[in-house]
């Protein structure tokens, strides 16, 4: 099992910043790939961005691309998700998940961004 816990979110307005974390616990955090995901209100959960397990790779929406980036520290079992130029469509909960093969299995609670216009 691996559990999960985001923290960062808050209200924040458009062209601003935040920085969402999410801490592991449970399991060996460098064996997973982790990825954000985030849901707004009336809509379905979308994917945001991934890193690999190794920290090398990454991907993102084209939503985000350019505006935000995910990082991780392995030795603080955290990953990060930096998020710039926010607009108000960015406002949702943001969730954080885990995978090791296939689907993403294990989820946080989400944290909610707002961005005010």
């Known amino acids: 099992q691996v559990q999960l816990v985001e923290s960062g979110g808050g209200l924040v307005q458009a062209g601003g910043s935040l920085r969402l974390s999410c801490a592991a616990s449970?399991?060996?955090?460098?064996?997973?790939?982790m990825g954000w995901f985030r849901q707004a209100l009336g809509k379905e959960r979308e994917f945001v961005a991934s890193?690999?397990?190794?920290?090398?790779?990454?991907a993102y929406a084209n939503s985000v691309k350019g505006r935000f980036t995910i990082s991780r520290d392995n030795a603080k079992n955290t990953v990060y998700l930096q998020m710039n130029s926010l607009k108000p469509e960015d406002t949702a909960v943001y969730y954080c998940?885990?995978?090791?093969?296939?689907?993403?299995?294990?989820w946080g609670q989400g944290t909610q961004v707002t961005v005010s216009s």
């Open positions: 449970g399991r060996t955090f460098s064996n997973y790939d």
């Open positions: 890193i690999r397990s190794s920290g090398g790779a990454t």
């Open positions: 998940a885990a995978r090791q093969l296939g689907p993403y299995n294990y």
